[in-house]
């Protein structure tokens, strides 16, 4: 009994997880903590962006669902992680006074309000597309689409909202100066990462044909 319990319990964890996650993510997280926590986040932050750029160019997951799902699985994991960072960073000095009984530092209304609003619209155009869709549904054959087919706010007010709302969000992460200051690194690569996924979507840019060439 105990060697069935234990035998469904690795498949969870391989099917939720994935085992070269777990070594990955272990061991960024080694590193972080004997080392500088700056590891984990340079290890842990960008994953999902290579992810999207390398699914979108080679579509090994087509047609394949057991595939899409784990990768979806992947970039999803690997940008919740990316946003605790992030979250964890730009909270750090209120966290810290907090703890030390001391006075809070003042909040950065313009910061806080780039926030919520870029990720409000990032969220919006995730709930127009659906899952499936935001994560490439539709190059994959899960989504049966026409690339434009979306009208819907926030895609009916200006293009891409869903990255441009994140790198909005991204530059009001940055503003603080704890944040640009300790960290001048972090949120330059995330916003890089964006664009050059945002250019590869707009060309179309992957092994094949693109798809604006098919439809002429």
Request: hydrophobic share 50%; glycine share 8%; with cysteine.
């Amino acid at each position: 009994l105990f060697l069935t319990g234990a035998s469904a319990m690795v498949d969870v964890v391989a099917d939720k997880v994935g085992w070269v996650n777990i070594a990955y993510i272990g061991t960024a997280a080694a590193l972080g903590y004997f080392v500088d926590y700056r590891f984990f986040v340079a290890l842990t932050s960008w994953v999902h962006y290579l992810k999207y750029i390398h699914q979108y160019y080679f579509r090994g997951a087509t047609g394949n669902m057991k595939l899409y799902k784990a990768w979806q699985r992947d970039v999803l994991m690997y940008k919740t992680i990316a946003l605790v960072n992030l979250g964890f960073i730009y909270t750090a000095p209120y966290v810290g006074a907090w703890r030390a009984g001391a006075p809070m530092p003042a909040l950065d209304f313009v910061s806080l309000g780039m926030i919520v609003s870029g990720y409000f619209v990032s969220i919006a155009a995730t709930e127009a597309l659906g899952i499936d869709g935001t994560y490439f549904g539709i190059e994959l054959g899960f989504v049966k689409a026409d690339y434009c087919f979306v009208k819907k706010f926030p895609y009916n007010v200006f293009p891409h909202p869903m990255i441009l709302g994140q790198v909005f969000g991204l530059f009001g992460i940055f503003k603080p100066p704890w944040v640009h200051e300790n960290w001048p690194w972090l949120i330059p690569v995330h916003i890089l990462l964006y664009f050059a996924h945002m250019t590869q979507e707009i060309y179309d840019v992957w092994k094949g044909d693109p798809w604006y060439k098919k439809k002429n």
